[in-house]
């Protein structure tokens, strides 16, 4: 079952006894649904498309003390949380205080050029021994994008930036939710923030519908957005790391325009 507080099954708010219960149904599913020797459990640190939902505190140590319990490993995705974006680290698993097997990374790494990555333990690393190729691996052009990425990175602090900007980011989406009932949820991390809408806040019935209307008035206001979730509800807001305060004020202005739009529907 996926780990998502705001629809959890379990309770509300969604806690410590939740994770006990997401930690019972991952063994459950190692025990009916495999030969009880899995090779890996591999994971987003923050669930991107599906409308980056972060786990409650706790389910990431679990899933990876039951993985390892059973001889797998943990593999943490970290094409969307990487280099900053979440705040504070420049890794979303850091966040959970847990070292994972293998990591895997994209996007940030090299500002929009082509260029994956992923990291391993070395005893894991020895154990690769067949050949492999990539017909586009270590292309120049895309290396030296990464690698001037990363300079920069480094020299603008991006988990440090992600974090007071994502703040400011997240105060105004939260006073944005306040504002409007079809807002159900705020939610994320850094400079990697989301809107959940409803069509009522308490059945939490999904607003499609209100999201692609908020993405169109958005457009018409110069702001661009990003759908998510199962079923299109949700607004995913992840700007550039190096987003200037006024640029977000900005933003956030445009945005609360396009809301009342949705709303005047």
């Not at 974006?85 to 293998?102: L, M, N, Q, S, Y």
């Not at 997240?170 to 939610?187: N, P, S, T, Y």
């Not at 700007?239 to 609360?256: C, N, Q």
């Amino acid at each position: 079952m996926s780990p998502y507080p705001y629809r959890c099954p379990f309770g509300t708010p969604c806690d410590e006894r939740c994770v006990d219960a997401l930690a019972r149904d991952l063994e459950e599913v190692i025990a009916t649904t495999t030969n009880g020797k899995p090779a890996a459990f591999f994971a987003e640190t923050i669930q991107g498309v599906g409308g980056y939902i972060v786990p409650p505190p706790g389910y990431f140590q679990r899933a990876a003390e039951i993985i390892r319990r059973y001889g797998g490993l943990f593999i943490c995705d970290e094409v969307q949380t990487g280099f900053g974006r979440t705040g504070e680290k420049w890794f979303g698993i850091e966040h959970w205080k847990v070292e994972p097997d293998i990591m895997v990374m994209a996007k940030g790494i090299a500002n929009g050029f082509p260029v994956g990555a992923t990291l391993t333990r070395p005893e894991i690393a020895k154990a690769w021994t067949a050949k492999t190729i990539s017909t586009f691996g270590g292309n120049p052009v895309s290396m030296a994008a990464a690698s001037a990425t990363l300079e920069v990175m480094t020299r603008e602090g991006t988990p440090e930036r992600s974090q007071v900007r994502g703040s400011q980011l997240r105060k105004g989406l939260e006073d944005l939710g306040d504002q409007h009932a079809w807002i159900g949820e705020v939610r994320g991390m850094g400079l990697m923030q989301a809107l959940e809408l409803v069509e009522d806040p308490v059945t939490k019935e999904a607003s499609p519908s209100k999201a692609q209307a908020l993405l169109e008035a958005a457009r018409e206001e110069g702001v661009l957005l990003g759908l998510g979730g199962l079923q299109g509800h949700v607004i995913r807001l992840g700007p550039s790391m190096l987003i200037s305060e006024e640029e977000v004020a900005d933003g956030l202005e445009r945005l609360g325009r396009a809301c009342r739009v949705v709303d005047s529907a």
